[in-house]
């Protein structure tokens, strides 16, 4: 069995990596629960709730509520 890596085993391009990659999920997130909070009801396609607990599924949720969660219909 292969032996976990630590941190400090790790290549510094692959700590970067890890740094980018962890602000990306982050990011998305406040964007995605940010909007969920501040439209309305009737702009969310589906529940607000489950939308906002769906964010937290790494980086699939956000974009998901993004491209899918969001009405495009204006009023």
Avoid at 22 to 38: E, M, N, P, S
Avoid at 43 to 72: C, D, E, Q, T
Wanted: cysteine-free; glycine content about 8%; aromatic content about 10%.
């Amino acid at each position: 069995m292969a032996q976990k890596k630590h941190w400090n085993d790790l290549s510094a391009v692959s700590r970067w990596r890890i740094a980018v990659l962890g602000i990306a999920q982050l990011a998305l997130q406040f964007v995605a629960l940010r909007d969920i909070v501040k439209r309305p009801a009737e702009g969310v396609n589906g529940s607000k709730g489950i939308w906002a607990a769906a964010s937290f599924i790494n980086f699939l949720g956000p974009i998901s509520y993004l491209v899918f969660g969001r009405s495009r219909t204006k009023k």
